[in-house]
Nanobody
Framework: QVQLVESGGGLVQAGGFLRLSCAAS????????MAWFRQAPGKEREFVAG????????YYADSVKGRFTMSRDNAKNTVTLQMNRLQPEDTAVYYC??????????????????WGQGTQVTVSS
């Protein structure tokens, strides 16, 4: 069993920044790939960013590429999502997720094994 706890959400003006964190516990952290997803009201949950077990490679949705940076610290069992130049369309609940499958990062929501409770990010115009 893995527990994931997100933090760092809030309200920010367009053009601002936020840093989300996700703390993991319960199993060996570097055994699973990690990702951030988001879900806006009335929309499906979508992939935002993912990172490999070692942390050497991160992948991003086109909508956030160049603005968001995902990283992980396997010694501290945490992943972070640095979000810069935020826009109103980034408003959503952000979730971190863990994937125990062998292989690389997937963008498919249903393939992730564990999810955090989510943290709200609201960007005002």
């Amino acid at each position: 069993q893995v527990q994931l706890v997100e933090s760092g959400g809030g309200l920010v003006q367009a053009g601002g920044f936020l840093r989300l964190s996700c703390a993991a516990s319960g199993r060996t952290f570097n055994n699973y790939a990690m990702a951030w997803f988001r879900q806006a009201p009335g929309k499906e949950r979508e992939f935002v960013a993912g990172i490999t077990r070692s942390g050497d490679t991160a992948y991003y949705a086109d909508s956030v590429k160049g603005r968001f940076t995902m990283s992980r610290d396997n010694a501290k069992n945490t992943v972070t999502l640095q979000m810069n130049r935020l826009q109103p369309e980034d408003t959503a609940v952000y979730y971190c997720a863990a994937d125990f499958r062998l292989g690389g990062v997937t963008t498919t929501t249903s393939l992730y094994d564990y999810w955090g409770q989510g943290t709200q990010v609201t960007v005002s115009s």
